[in-house]
């Protein structure tokens, strides 16, 4: 069983920068491919950044040039360095961890952006 361990959430004002990172516990991390979804109040759940494990990223539009997405495979950890941030980047932030057959989501991370 894998476990992943959230941090670096809170409250930033409109412009400003703010760095997640996901946990990984065990020795497969290196095999995930890692993900990161956010949602907002009354929204669906949307995909914002994913790595593979070959280093390949990719961004859903409204972050594209704001965000990068990192792994450290060596701590077993991902990262999302959000930038420029804006109110409507205001969401719940989860990570998940993905390599057949496994499948596992972090606790989510509260983002507030606001002045």
């Known amino acids: 069983q894998v476990q992943l361990v959230e941090s670096g959430g809170g409250l930033v004002q409109p412009g400003g920068p703010l760095r997640h990172s996901c946990a990984a516990s065990g020795s497969i991390f290196n095999r995930f491919t890692m993900n990161w979804y956010r949602q907002a109040p009354g929204k669906e759940r949307e995909l914002v950044a994913s790595v593979t494990n070959g280093g390949s990223t990719n961004y859903v539009y409204s972050v594209k040039g704001r965000f990068t997405i990192s792994r450290d495979n060596a701590k077993n950890t991902a990262y999302l360095q959000m930038n420029s941030l804006k109110p409507e980047d205001t969401a719940v932030y989860y990570c998940?961890?993905?390599?057949?057959?496994?499948?596992?989501w972090g606790q989510g991370t509260q983002v507030t952006v606001s002045s």
């Open positions: 998940r961890a993905r390599a057949w057959p496994y499948d596992y």
